[in-house]
């Protein structure tokens, strides 16, 4: 019910298409999907381009896994996620 | 677990820039972090040519690292828990065959007496011993009393097969007895030996007085007297005949009659008169006469007989003959004999036939002399 009306209020279509996906696994990691690049990383914070923002996850002995030019999961002892 | 890793060191701190033209030319980053002022990145080892010339493309420089099985197993090292069950249960299954846990002891000779003969020997239950199992059956079948004894070890478990000497008073001495004979004329139909030998085969024809089990055993080429004991049971074959002739002589009656009447009174009797036919029969009748003299009154009919010549078909008499035929077979039979078959069959003979019943019968025939 909540999908279907976020898809009304992004005009229709598959929401996966329009928009990045970002799950949080407790403080252990973050799944990144449909992420347009790797801005900046470093063991305390990775940032990642997204279709109209840049997403800053920060903490520490960050790690990213299984990257690819759309998903990523970033390990580690996570602290914040902020938008930009 | 066991995967091909290959792990490039690169000499930059640009790490963005590195993880963005790898990710981009297709290739999965397994792992992307910073160590001081290098990147380190893991990726699949069929993607090494494709990361080495995008690397000197970008002209950095990077140490390479293979990892393959050693580092698969490292990993697993690395996962103290597993390695330790693992590692557990590999002493466990190396040590526990040399522990006998437990003890199974099977048949009827007593099972302290086993398991006393067993620790005399190094071996208990929950002991760390190793079992030469044909050691122990010898040791075993040294036992008092004891007949067999097997020994076997399955896993942690020793199972020990034993059985007792049987009672003095079942084993049959040899009495010789000489061997058994047949009884009667018959064609052996089954056997069964308890001890001794067997001399003929099944449809074999013997005559009575023959051996039918010997008082022996062969043992090899050796005779070893033993005593013939057993049941032999023959086919045995009885016969009964019935002839059937078309001309018969038969005595009827002519119709001629001849009452005779005597009497008796205070014990004398009137003189008797002679038959008046050469052929008869006769029917009597008594009374007495008189209330204070009493009289004996008999009076005797004879009714004449003449020879007369009959004639008869064979369909008339033919069941009548079959059935005399065959209940006369029939009766020749020892009552302990067991019917299996019958049959009649008719021969013609000279201007007559020949009705002959056979019955078939099985009957013990072993005795002895």
Redesign the interface.
């Given at each position: 019910m909540f999908t279907d009306e976020i898809i009304k209020l992004t005009g229709g279509g598959s929401l996966e298409f329009y928009l990045p996906k970002i799950t949080v696994l407790g403080k252990r990691a973050v799944v990144i999907e449909g992420h347009r690049?790797?801005?900046?990383?470093?063991?305390d914070e990775a940032k990642f381009r997204l279709k109209n923002c840049m997403l800053s996850v920060t903490g520490e002995k960050?790690?990213?896994?299984?990257?690819?030019?759309s998903d990523a999961l970033v390990s580690g002892a996570i602290s914040g996620l902020s938008y930009a | 677990m066991l995967k091909h890793v290959d792990c490039f060191t690169v000499e930059s701190s640009a790490s963005t820039k590195i993880a963005s033209a790898v990710t981009k030319s297709g290739v999965k980053i397994l792992s992307l972090k910073k160590e001081g002022k290098n990147t380190v990145i893991h990726t699949n080892f069929k993607h090494r040519p494709v990361i080495i010339a995008l690397l000197n493309q970008l002209c950095y420089n990077y140490k390479l690292v293979s990892y393959g099985f050693m580092k698969s197993v490292k990993d697993f090292a690395a996962r103290k828990g597993l390695a330790a069950g693992l590692l557990a249960a590999m002493l466990f299954f190396m040590l526990t065959p040399l522990y006998t846990l437990r003890i199974e002891v099977k048949g009827d000779y007593p099972k302290d007496e086993v398991l006393s003969a067993l620790e005399s020997l190094g071996i208990s239950a929950g002991g760390r011993a190793k079992v030469d199992c044909s050691l122990l059956e010898e040791s075993l079948l040294k036992l008092d009393g004891v007949a067999s004894a097997s020994v076997e070890k399955k896993g942690t478990t020793l199972i020990v097969n034993i059985l007792s000497e049987l009672p003095e008073q079942d084993v049959y001495i040899y009495g010789g007895t000489g061997p058994l004979v047949a009884t009667a004329d018959a064609v052996v139909s089954r056997q069964i030996v308890y001890s001794g030998t067997a001399l003929h085969k099944k449809g074999q024809t013997i005559r009575a007085g023959e051996s039918v089990i010997a008082d022996y055993v062969l043992v090899g080429e050796e005779k070893v007297p033993a005593t013939a004991r057993g049941e032999v049971y023959g086919l045995v074959y009885y016969t009964a005949t019935a002839w059937f002739t078309p001309e018969v002589i038969e005595l009827r009656e002519s119709g001629n009659t001849f009452k005779v009447t005597s009497t008796e009174f205070l014990g004398a009797a009137s003189a008797k008169k002679d038959a008046p036919y050469e052929n008869y029969y006769t029917e009597s009748r008594t009374y007495v006469t008189g209330i204070l003299l009493p009289v004996r009154v008999t009076e005797t009919t004879y009714y004449e007989l003449v020879e007369t010549r009959v004639t008869y078909t064979f369909e008339e008499c033919e069941k009548q003959l079959k059935a005399s035929a065959l209940e006369a077979a029939s009766a020749k039979l020892p009552l302990a004999a067991s019917l299996k078959n019958k049959w009649i069959t008719v021969k013609p003979a000279g201007n007559g036939f020949v009705v002959e019943a056979t019955v078939e019968a099985e009957i013990r025939i072993d005795g002895r002399l």
């Open positions: 690049g790797v801005v900046f990383f470093s063991s960050l790690e990213v896994k299984n990257l690819t030019s | -």
